[in-house]
């Protein structure tokens, strides 16, 4: 095992050693008791509907965790927007699963923080390419659950290359300042002009246009220098000197429209969240969106038992007995106890039987879900 990198080895996620200290000792302590209950447990944010719904993501991964253990699981799907109560539940002998508990909410609530903003980004331009720009804010570890969460939520694509082996998925993006430094200032048309002669046919000639100079000044010089190749121009200037950005973008268009260049479509990045892409969508073509992902609030989710050798329990505040949850017919979000029949559709679903992973994993149909529930519930 390498010590170069502060990183938790895979191994030590499966052997459920990347916990808490503390549920090791619960171990300790109940094995020497001679104490192992058959509980059921369940994974929570809210006991009660709060009406400000959250979209679920690291499914795959928790299924993945708990997989081979002696326990039986139920869960809702990846891609549907939760609002109280419990999104996964678990039964079996505590001792099966304990020390998992650390690592289980972990995948689950950081995925599903930045999933949800992803999908308020992606609702804040429906009609325009939104893509992930924001594995750069975290450690290198966790890449791939950045982009796969964006993915989850309906955005388009992502920029980092190691998420996109780990995920199937091509990688986008094209150049970054840097590569305009190199070449200096007054030479753009020649940084351009390589990286068009450079690049694969595959890649879309979207060419920087902020480094040097104004704005429309580099959009034309990049349109003269790539003429029919160039396919988008992407505007990137810092928070510190943007300026009024939606009526830089405007101007943009307006005069790639005046000259016969309606066909560059224009890209913004550098800082955005819902509130601007709601500003800008319609203007740009297409986003880049970062931190607002990446750095999103992880969702506060909790493991605990509920029933205990067939009993209900629960510590103080929170609700013994197993549940189910409900997706009503007017978009609603509904909390019964299971033994309760309600209407609605069940969230909770089996995942996971005596050990055996029941269900599959597919990104593409957990985005169509999330737009799909974002519409039921008004997200």
Known sequence: MSDRFDVVPEESIRDGTATD???LRTETTLEAAGKNPHVVAEVTADQFP???FELLSGVKDAAHLLEGLPIDVDSMAEGRL????PVMSIEGNYLDFARYETSLLGFLSHASGMATNALEARLAAPDS???SFGARHVHPSIAAVVERSALVAGLDGFSHVAAGEVLGREPGGTMPHA???????GNQEDAWRAFDAAVGEDVPRVALCDTFSDEKDEVFRAV???GDDLDSVRIDTTGSRRGDFEHILRELRWELDSHGFADVDIFASGGLGPDELRQLDGIADGFGVGSYVSNAEPIDFALDIV??????????GKLSGRKQVYRTADGGHHVGLARHEASGEQLLQPLIRDGELV???DIDAAARRAIDDATAVEF
């Open 179 to 185: 590569l305009m430094l190199c070449f200096g200032a």
């Open 82 to 85: 939760f609002d109280g109560g």
């Open 50 to 52: 709060t009406g400000e």
């Open 21 to 23: 200290a503390y549920f």
């Open 307 to 316: 029933e205990v050798d067939g009993e209900p329990v629960s510590k103080r």
């Open 359 to 361: 269900r599959e994993f």
């Open 129 to 131: 390419t939104v893509l």
């Open 224 to 226: 003269n220098a790539l």
